[in-house]
């Protein structure tokens, strides 16, 4: 079975946009949470189609967000649902899969988008580096315990914004962008969590650099393997 393997984030922020960004709503159409997000999506194709349509495989994609100074930067607004669904569209819309895809937040009055061509880079490491197995459907509780149960014995990183990569191999027929959520669910021995708060709640809203990144292996069948490295910002980079 194949390897995990991580990619080279865009050097470059690219665009800027001209529409606020917005976080996933599963509200009904027309809503006002629907509404933020079709122009973002809407705005980010706009910046990078011509990039889209010229760059060679394999694609990474960088987004950088950009908050009020008065939001709190290390709580809410978590970074993957930025991502998500908006990749699962722009992958669609042109019909390629990223094998990269990069976010971060910080207080900025502007946020852009890059995309470019990527390639394999060295295992960034990190205080935390783990890698998992799990067989379970991305929708199921049992999904997250298989996570959970195989990273048990890991610590909390120090409180402070944290830098997290995660590297997928899954086979073909695996929409990867679904594993993000379930995945990061499942990192309260990493991220921890907040008093009180449910399982499956962990303090998410600290990633201010994410990293994803997917290697496609026709053996892997339902089998997922994830390499897990994450540290205190500043320290984990990829070049």
């Not at 705005?43 to 394999?58: E, F, G, I, K, N």
């Not at 990069?102 to 890059?114: E, L």
């Not at 990144?213 to 026709?218: F, L, T």
């Amino acid at each position: 079975m194949a390897l995990p393997v991580f990619y080279a984030r865009p050097d470059s922020m690219g665009s800027a946009l001209s529409v606020p960004p917005a976080l996933a709503s599963w509200d009904t159409a027309g809503s006002s949470g629907q509404v933020r997000f079709v122009a973002f999506a809407a705005d980010v194709q706009s910046a990078v189609a011509m990039q889209l349509r010229v760059t060679p495989d394999p694609l990474a994609l960088r987004v950088d967000i950009g908050l009020p100074d008065k939001v709190p930067l290390l709580a809410l607004n978590d970074l993957d649902n930025y991502l998500f669904p908006l990749v699962p569209k722009l992958t669609k819309d042109i019909g390629r899969q990223f094998a990269s895809v990069w976010a971060t937040k910080r207080h900025a009055t502007w946020s852009s988008v890059a995309v470019c061509q990527t390639h394999a880079v060295q295992d960034p490491g990190g205080v935390c580096s783990l890698q998992v197995r799990t067989t379970a459907s991305a929708s199921t509780t049992a999904y997250k315990r298989q996570i959970r149960d195989q990273i048990i014995a890991a610590q909390p990183l120090l409180d402070g914004g944290i830098a997290l990569q995660l590297a997928f191999v899954v086979g073909p027929r695996r929409a990867w962008p679904n594993l993000w959520k379930p995945t990061i669910d499942s990192l309260g021995s990493i991220l921890g969590s907040d008093a009180g708060a449910r399982e499956w709640d962990p303090r998410d809203g600290r990633i201010t650099d994410l990293g994803l990144h997917c290697v496609i292996d026709p053996a892997a069948g339902n089998q997922v393997t994830i390499a897990i490295r994450a540290d205190t910002v500043g320290k984990q980079t990829a070049r």
